[in-house]
């Protein structure tokens, strides 16, 4: 992975960076306190076929390693570094799949995406639970007092669910 243009100094500062997939134009936009650190992280996982970023690490697999490049956007000194994330990915708009690799809008504790929260659902549907953690949700549900309303729309979805 190439490293776009780097000023002497500013790779141990916080900031927004890039990772640019050079064929497509699409881009993965994240924050750090440590661009040097962030940078061997990303490559590490990538390497590894073990990126947390399904859409990043396809493209990585399909495209390879000298496809991308890291590059710092903004240094972050005394500012909001989620609100410089949040403009940065809705600039890009790397959230979307068509543009970038980003599955939530950015900023600590963005919410996911449709498809973000769907390929999770997809993927911990059917999942088995062992006997303890059934265990503990089953003691955690004791003498929970569910609302009419709530109970009609539990109803309402075990119905759709179950009568295909």
Known sequence: MAS??????????????????????????????????????????L???????PHLQRAFNLDGEESFEFTILEVVVD???????????AMFNSDNPEFGYNCTSGGKYAPLNRAALDAISKKLSGRPLA?????????????????????????????AKYDR
């Not at 500012?79 to 990915?89: F, K, L, M, T, Y």
Request: positive net charge; hydrophobic residues 30%; charged residues 25%.
């Open 4 to 45: 776009g243009e780097v000023a002497q100094g500013i790779t141990r500062k916080a900031g927004i960076y890039a990772i640019i997939n050079n064929k497509t134009g699409k881009r993965y936009i994240g924050q750090t306190n440590n661009f040097s650190f962030r940078k061997g992280k990303h490559i590490g996982y």
């Open 47 to 53: 390497r590894s076929n073990s990126h947390i970023n």
């Open 79 to 89: 500012g909001d570094i989620n609100a410089a994330e949040v403009r940065w990915i």
């Open 131 to 159: 006997p303890e953690h059934r265990a503990k949700i089953s003691a955690s549900n004791k003498g929970r007092i569910i609302s009419a309303e709530s109970r009609r729309r539990l109803s309402v979805t075990l119905k």
